[in-house]
């Protein structure tokens, strides 16, 4: 059984490699542009903007006792009141206090529906819904936990250093008080879908690996297209090439198995593959390993 101390390192390890990326360290300590600065701003916006329907989908995956400790998060994420607004009511006024005009905002929102709509569409490498869910899950507590560590600084830094009204980053100050506790409840919501859904502690490792590893935060608030759009006006076009090719291997047990003419399954061989261009532009493929059920021999990848 996963314990508490091993989910707690999990979500401390992607948020130390967070806070120890360039991207980061260049924001804090005000050597970003400000052009850079309102960039992460607009991802922060269209990364958390919809997160309560990721909540919500959580929640229904989790009908225990630990369900409460989300239904409370999914209500903060909504609103209870005039006095305490929804987050996405904060997200607004964060983009407006920093002087955002309101047809950039609306391509945020339709930027952030885009983004659920898409998820939605593709192929995931996973098996079943509670193997979704328990990625969005850790996914969605990591960024808690992270926040309660680093939405202080990050407030800070765009308050001093950029410039920006203290008001206008209320979203970030209030992730750094409320998301203490949610981080601390986080971990046990973690276990408690651990248990009801009987994930075995591989499994769990390897939906850990894959959600939280190459630096989540990163991706979300510094994608290579903010970052190429950053430097575009003032680097001349380069030719591009790849700088690099990675290859993940998923195994995916199925809950039972099943035969056909050539053989027997009781997993699928998902290959995951990232190749990154000199532009620091990363794109993902998917593919699976093996063809025998084409009736084709050898397993090279393809569609």
């Not at 250093?161 to 046990?188: M, N, Q, T």
């Amino acid at each position: 059984m996963i314990s508490a101390e091993q989910i707690t390192q999990a979500f401390d390890d992607s948020t130390r490699e967070f806070r120890d990326s360039p991207e980061y360290q260049s924001l804090v300590t005000g050597d970003a542009s400000a052009d850079a600065a309102r960039e992460f701003i607009r991802n922060v916006f269209r990364t958390h903007y919809l997160s309560s329907h990721i909540v919500a989908l959580c929640f229904a995956c989790l009908p225990s006792d630990a369900a409460v400790l989300l239904k409370e998060n999914l209500f903060e994420e909504m609103g209870r009141s005039e006095e305490e607004k929804p987050h996405a009511a904060l997200l607004l006024e964060l983009a407006r206090g920093i002087g955002l005009p309101e047809d950039e905002i609306d391509q945020m929102i339709a930027d952030a529906r885009r983004h659920i709509a898409t998820f939605c569409a593709v192929r995931l490498p996973v098996a079943t819904l509670r193997e979704l869910c328990l990625s969005l899950l850790l996914e969605t507590m990591s960024f808690e936990f992270m926040l309660s560590r680093c939405s202080s600084e990050i407030a800070g830094a765009l308050s001093k250093r950029y410039g920006f009204s203290k008001p206008a980053l209320r979203w970030f100050e209030l992730h750094s008080e409320v998301d203490i506790r949610h981080a601390e409840e986080g971990v046990i919501v973690v276990q408690d879908y651990l248990a009801f859904h009987q994930i075995a502690d591989e499994l769990f490792d390897r939906i850990a690996r894959f959600t939280l590893g190459d630096n989540l935060f990163v991706r979300h608030y510094f994608p290579p297209a903010s970052r190429q759009r950053s430097r575009s006006k003032a680097s001349p076009a380069k030719a591009r090439h790849v700088d690099s090719m990675t290859i993940y291997q998923l195994r995916i047990p199925f809950h039972q198995s099943f035969r056909h003419a050539l053989q027997s399954r009781e997993e699928s061989d998902a290959v995951i593959v990232k190749i990154t261009g000199s532009d620091g532009r990363t794109g993902f493929g998917e593919s699976l390993k093996a063809l025998e059920h084409r009736g084709l021999r050898g397993g090279s990848p393809g569609h």
